[in-house]
């Protein structure tokens, strides 16, 4: 078996990240690989929790600075990276994350229209070149994405956002998929067993093994 290698899936809310991680698992057990980490974004360490909710937080009584929002992003990133993904790798371990930094670049740079040229300062200082193998976009419409999402409960501090903010975020990661060889498309929109093809195809045909 080759080396490990750092797999990621990005999208809207209610795109089907969560379900498509257990296919790209189950796909992984299938081929033989034997210990795989899982990890989602903001998250995955004790730290990186206590930042997500937080920043998940809808009662929150205080304006939320963007930069603030930025900048949790990136603490919890780094802990995420050093603690447990660049240590799992280095087992043998693959690894499967739901969200990372094009999360940052979308949401902060496309959603909250935070100038690209600071994320990619404090991105370059925080993770460096750090870069999945390969990233899956599920791409949905926010509409579509919003009400699947709406459909369990609750909204949290972003699902709270108005519609037009989640049309530049999808706006910047498809702007994202153009410029970005490792990240491939997935149509979200489709019913599950359809999607569930799609990343499988896109899995066969990664390159990973
Ligand atoms: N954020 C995060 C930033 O702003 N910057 C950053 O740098 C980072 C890392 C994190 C929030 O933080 C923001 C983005 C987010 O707003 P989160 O909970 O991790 O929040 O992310 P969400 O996108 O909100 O998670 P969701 O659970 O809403 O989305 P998923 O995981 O994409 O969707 P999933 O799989 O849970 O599915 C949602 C529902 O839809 C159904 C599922 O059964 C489920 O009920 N579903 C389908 N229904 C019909 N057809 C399909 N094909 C379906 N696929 C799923």
Redesign the pocket.
Known sequence: MDKPKFLVIE??????????LETIKAYLTEKGVKSITTC????GTLMGEAI?SI??DQTIEEKVDSRT?LLL?YA??IQLVENIIKPALDEGSWVVC????Y??F???GG?RSIDMDVIQNIHNASIGDFTPDMTIY?DISPEQ?LA??A??GEL?R??QEKVDFFKRTRQLYLELVDKRSEMVPVD?????K??EGQILKVMENGDLF
């Open positions: 999208g809207l809310e209610g795109a089907g990240k969560s379900t498509a989602r974004e903001p998250g997500r920043v998940k929002e992003m919890s990133r739901d969200r990372f930094f999360s940052t979308a949401y902060q959603g599920m994405g699947r999402a459909g369990r949290d972003f699902e979200a929109s489709l019913k599950l359809e999607v």
